[in-house]
């Protein structure tokens, strides 16, 4: 805005900045609104954002009235000034921030109305997950509980069929997985701007594991059909294999023969034929191995289903045959062989046969080395499992070769003679026929040897492999089902992890569930440690086995590790923002109590948590509350009511409705206490805990009455009043007794229940309360007058008469009951008796009378109604009552009677009779008889009691009857307080005192001073009856009288004449009269102190510059917020309060030199009189009647001595 429209229109700045300020919360207001995102398909997360969306939507109805004075100061510009430039700008500023405020309105409502949608799809989705994450867990019960392939038909058939029925579940299943997934897309879909992870990750989790389910039931159905087939076909099989081998063994029995005729060798053209012939046959044989191997093999697992039935006996046997005959076939085909080989060059054919054995053997060896090394995984072990059998198969099929060639050797050279070895074998040079022989013996003998023993050893190391094969099976079975338990439990946590928010989008009243959240998850993933050093210990062992892991087996590894090492710095991270956030922004930080105050001030805390305010435009700091200071400030407008019971209760009923606690019952602050346990009365409460049960009480009263009750500041407010009453150092702690007290005192409950609760609190466990406890109670309770600056209307803060009071009514008991209590309280003693009237003005706010004030007109009358008993049809308003007026023809100390509620007809009859018996008595009566409204206490001092309230009779009124002694003064105590700061004003800086609190300290100033002459003359008075005794004492020694002792060494002893006798018994007296006075002097000392500890403290208070007096009892600190701290580094406070309890006086014993003044004791004594009238309270004129004893005691001293020395 130009800055020349400021200058000619000045009223525009304000608007201007009323402006500004509104604009920038709204746009605020508004980026806070678009920034806010929550967690699709979490509903504790979104309606923790509704309830968070209500309370914005509600600040901003509140603001409502700041846009619409706006408006309104907008017009009255517009209507002032005929400037059409600042017009325009005027209405064109209006419009902008209409525009904006409905905008931001219909962003919060369009939000809210997002989230309800949210909510309830939300809602569903989580159902229709819910029910397909039950139907995957069916499917997946079912495929656990088909262990093995079962291998009979009945079973076969029955698992079959129970395949199919999943199949067909899982077609009927889809619809709760299509569902989940179709709501799943609806929320990713229409809440794509919110984060939508757990959704996604959900709903991707959910369709992975339906589909490997799809996938099992396949395999599962195929393999089951596979192996019914086979079941089917395998007795067919069977059979025709069994035929086969009949035939076979028939043709090989007829080669047998025809290779067992003589001369058979000598026909080398039959020889040929029949090596044809079995080479059919073998040929036959080796085509039908795989098919008896596999016969044999489903043969055996059939048999392992058929265990222990007939069946099974039955299948053994035909099984048995058949590897019999097969056995019988393959023998017969090598002795055929053997014996057709067996011709002339027969040692030839040996020695080749043994040449190829060895080289086969060799070539098998070289196949069976090449299978190394293991492999790194499972299925590739699997592999080579496989090969490594089908190995095996061709090792057992060649074994009856090798056997069989070695039997033929070992008969050759055992049947063969040495002649016919020597014809045999021919050498190219002549050689001996018994060498050749020899030759021909040894080389058959060496080759069968090296065969045997090439035999042995590939079987001994195909048996070593076939064992470091099954080994590392089942170690790398055993380590891919550990990964895979892994790998899913830390999916789960992952999953987990994932949803989680930024710490920074969390709400405050979230973090503490988060963090449990959180930690809760931490404990689970604790187990998971084992998990990985298992795995990783199995990975080891592998290794010391000599398998080396395959690359996706480390990268498994490597994963697995990273994996878990990344969650727990998560989770750690995760635990540590939300701590530091929780200590940052959580209850305990007091953060949700920083919007308690507006600009400019700013909540801060001290180093004991004490809160404390800051204004930053006046760079000033103080203890209270700025709406605790407008309370207070407001509080003295109520100093004109003349009765300080009704003022100190008007004064409080206005506090409590400022604290919300009216709107508080007893059985809901009894809930939020029980809560937070606080049930040692005797132990301290820290700021935090004082904070945590406000904050309980205030948000269940905003649950109820959610437009009356702010909470931040209701709470920073009642623990503002609190400290106040219960800590006014600041030391950051009070008493469970003191908060318990405070809170029942001012909630909403019947009188009698919170008199109930309260003496429980001190009672014993058996029901009884000693003059100590009672003494704590009382205490705790004269604390609340106290810091209004009433305490001295009620006794002040000596509870100890009360407590005496209390135990003479019931007959010095030495502990009494809670009836007795109680009837003790319904006489309503003078240090309870503002609480009763609390109750009483509570009650009267509403109450409605059908009749007209006598004094200023008003009709109907609102709130207490005050009838005389002395005149017919004579009403006065609280008003006027309160204020001391009256009509013409009626006195203050005529007898009348309050009513808190209308009449009924009962009592106005029962009035009547009152008003017709006080006509015929006179005013001497009513001088005479006064009747006090509350049960007086007598105080140490035997003072005066308090100004009287009236005459009360506590049925549905009570009557009143304004009696003030014949030789006090009427005039009001408001004269009086006046007086008093006019002569403050004389000797100090400070403005007029406002507050009950200063005049009180105006008070006690002046009283110290007239004790302090009051002591001089005391000791004046000693000085010269010390003189006057040692003149006495000289007498006597100079008639030669025995010495006359000083009065504190006199003994009894036996007199040696009348004389002695006469002056020991007046020494006694002496003695007496001086231990008395010792005693009341010592009373008066210690009264003094306690004045001089409130005069050094307000010294301290009027030495400050320009220090702000703040009313009701508070001042705050320097104007900077780097004053001087205490030594608990909190900022610097003086709080003055009417009167300190005994406790706190001891510290600072600073005792004034006595002024000296020429003013004789009885002057002194009639200018105290008629400067303090004894309507003021116990404190002033219980001092002045003990001063006055003193000084008659010290004339009765004199006076003994006088006439003494006259009689001599």
């Known amino acids: 805005m130009p800055s020349s429209l400021l200058l000619e229109v000045p009223a525009l700045a304000d608007f201007n900045r009323a402006w500004t300020e509104l604009t920038d919360w709204l746009s605020l207001l508004d980026r806070v609104i678009k920034s806010q995102r929550v967690m699709v398909g979490d509903l504790e997360d979104i309606n923790e954002m509704i309830i968070k969306q209500k309370a914005t939507l509600q600040d901003l109805e509140q603001r409502r009235p700041q846009l619409e004075e706006l408006i309104t100061a907008a017009q009255n510009l517009k209507n002032k000034t005929s400037n059409q430039e600042a017009r325009t700008i005027i209405t064109d500023r209006i419009e902008r921030i209409q525009s904006q405020w409905d905008e931001v309105q219909e962003h919060l409502q369009n939000r809210r109305q997002q989230l309800n949608e949210m909510v309830k799809d939300s809602t569903q989705w989580l159902e229709g997950k819910e029910e397909a994450e039950q139907v995957l867990g069916q499917a997946r019960a079912k495929l656990e509980s088909w262990k093995e392939t079962p291998y009979t038909m009945d079973a076969i058939q029955k698992k079959i069929t129970e395949t199919k029925q999943l199949a067909k579940d899982l077609r009927q299943w889809q619809i709760n997985v299509d569902v989940a997934n179709d709501l799943a897309l609806k929320l990713l879909r229409d809440y794509s701007s919110d984060d939508t992870r757990k959704v996604h990750m959900i709903t991707e989790n959910i369709n992975a594991s339906w589909a490997s389910i799809h996938k099992r039931v396949s395999e599962r159905e195929a393999a089951l059909e596979e192996t019914h087939r086979l079941l089917q076909q395998f007795p067919l099989d069977l059979e025709k294999f069994l035929a086969w081998l009949t035939e076979a063994e028939t043709t090989a029995n007829v080669l047998q023969d025809a290779t067992h005729k003589e001369r058979l060798l000598e026909d080398s053209k039959g020889v040929r034929e029949l090596m044809k012939q079995w080479q059919d046959l073998q040929g036959e044989i080796e085509a039908h191995t795989d098919i008896y191997h596999n016969l044999d093999e489903n043969g055996q697992k059939v048999l392992r289903s058929l265990e222990g039935s007939d069946d099974a006996a039955l299948l053994q046997r035909r099984l048995d045959t058949m590897n019999f005959k097969w056995s019988e076939l393959r023998k017969k085909s090598l002795n055929i062989r053997s014996h057709l080989e067996a011709s002339s060059d027969q040692w030839k054919r040996l020695h080749l046969s043994l040449q190829e054995l060895l080289v086969w053997l060799q070539l098998k060896d070289d196949e069976l080395s090449r299978q190394a090394p293991m492999g790194g995984d499972f299925p590739a072990v699997q592999k080579q499992n496989d090969v490594h059998r089908a190995f095996k198969r061709e090792l057992k099929t060649k074994e009856p070769v090798i056997m069989s060639t070695l039997e033929t050797v070992r008969i050759f050279l055992t049947e063969q003679p040495l002649e016919g070895l020597e014809k045999l074998y021919q050498e190219p040079r002549e050689l001996p026929p018994e060498e050749r022989a020899q030759n021909v013996t040894r080389l058959l003998r060496k080759q069968a040897e090296e065969v045997n023993t090439e035999w042995e050893k590939l079987n001994l190391h195909s048996a070593d492999w076939q064992r470091k094969i099954d080994e590392a099976l089942a170690r790398l079975q055993e380590l891919q089902e550990a990964t895979d338990e892994l790998d899913l439990k830390l999916r789960q946590a992952e999953v987990i992890k994932g949803s989680w928010q930024p710490v920074g989008d969390l709400l405050i009243d979230s973090l503490q569930d988060h963090l449990e959240k959180v930690k809760v998850l931490r404990g689970e993933i604790t187990p998971l440690k084992e998990n990985v050093s298992y795995v990783n210990d199995l990975a080891r062992q592998l290794t010391t086995l000599g398998i080396q892991l395959s690359p996706y087996n480390l990268s498994t590894l490597e994963d697995l590790n990273t994996r878990w090492k990344l969650l727990q710095v998560a989770v750690e991270d995760r635990i540590r923002q939300l701590h530091e956030a929780h200590r940052d922004f959580g209850p305990a930080s007091q953060h949700f109590l920083s919007t308690s105050v507006q600009g400019p001030w700013e909540r801060a805390i001290s180093p004991n948590k004490v809160p404390y305010y800051i204004n930053h435009e006046t760079q000033t700091t103080c203890w209270d509350h700025p709406k605790m200071t407008e309370l207070y400030q407001s509080l003295a407008d109520l100093n004109n009511v003349r009765f300080s019971a009704y003022r100190t209760a008007m004064k409080l009923r206005r506090l409590q409705k400022a604290l919300c606690l009216d709107l508080l019952s007893l059985s809901a602050a009894c809930d939020a206490l029980d809560q937070h346990n606080l049930k040692q009365n005797d132990q301290p409460m820290d700021i935090l805990q004082v904070i945590n049960c406000l904050t309980t009480i205030y948000d269940r009263l905003e649950q109820e009455h959610s437009n009356l009750v702010n909470v931040p500041l209701c709470v920073d407010m009642c623990l503002n009043w609190l400290l106040n009453v219960y800590d ?196 001497r009566y009513f001088a005479k008889h006064p009747r006090m409204g509350y049960l007086p206490v007598q105080t140490v001092l035997e003072g005066d009691n308090m100004e009287t309230l009236a005459e009360m009779e506590n049925s549905n009124g009570s009557y009143l009857n304004d009696s003030i002694s014949p030789n006090e003064s009427i005039d009001d105590e408001h004269l009086l307080i006046q007086h008093y700061c006019q002569s403050l004003n004389q000797d100090s800086p400070l403005s007029q005192p406002r507050s009950p609190a200063q005049i009180l300290i105006s008070l006690e100033s002046e009283e110290r001073g007239e004790l302090e002459r009051i002591l001089a003359d005391l000791e004046e008075e000693n000085r010269n009856l010390q003189a006057e005794y040692d003149r006495l004492k000289q007498q006597h020694e100079h008639k030669g009288l025995s010495p006359l002792p000083s009065p504190p060494e006199m003994m009894p002893t036996s007199p040696q004449s009348p004389r002695d006798a006469e002056l020991i018994a007046e020494a006694k007296l002496l003695r007496q009269h001086k231990g008395r006075l010792e005693a009341r002097m010592q009373i008066l000392e210690d009264h003094n102190k306690q004045l001089e500890s409130q005069l050094q403290r307000l010294r301290q208070l009027l030495e400050q510059p320009q220090a702000e007096a703040k009313v009701n009892g508070t001042t705050v600190s320097s104007p900077s917020t780097s004053l001087q701290r205490s030594d608990s580094s909190q900022p610097m406070l003086l709080r003055v309060v009417g009167s300190q309890t005994s406790e706190s006086m001891g510290e600072e014993d600073l005792l004034s030199p006595p002024q000296d003044t020429s003013t004789g004791l009885e002057e002194v004594m009639e200018q105290l009189n008629n400067s303090f009238p004894s309507s003021r309270g116990h404190n002033v004129g219980s001092l002045f009647h003990l001063a006055d004893d003193l000084g008659r005691a010290m004339e009765s001293l004199v006076s003994v001595m006088t006439d003494e020395e006259g009689a001599e």
């Open 728 to 923: 006014t150092g600041r030391t950051g702690r009070i008493r469970v007794l003191s908060f318990k007290t405070g809170i029942i005192s001012l909630c909403k409950a019947h009188l009698e229940d919170k008199y109930r609760y309260l003496f429980k609190q001190v009672a014993s466990s058996t029901g009884f309360c000693d003059q100590r406890r009672l003494g704590l109670l009382l205490h705790d309770s004269i604390q609340i007058p106290r810091q209004l600056g009433e305490v001295a209307s009620f006794g002040g803060s000596n509870i100890e008469p009360s407590v005496r009071s209390c135990f003479q009514f019931a007959n010095n008991k030495p502990e009494i009951e809670a009836a007795l209590f109680l009837d003790w309280m319904r006489l309503e003693p003078q240090s309870m008796v503002w609480l009763p009237v609390l109750h009483r003005v509570a009650a009267a706010e509403t109450a409605k009378h059908q009749a007209k004030c006598n004094i200023c007109k008003e009709c109907p009358i609102i709130g207490f109604r005050y009838r005389s008993l002395k005149h017919f049809n004579y009403d006065i308003c609280q008003s006027c009552f309160f204020s001391g007026r009256v009509a013409k023809g009626h006195k203050m100390h005529y007898p009348m009677v309050e009513y808190c509620t209308p009449t009924t007809s009962g009592e106005d009859v029962r009035d009547f009779a009152k008003v017709l018996k006080n006509k015929f008595r006179t005013k």
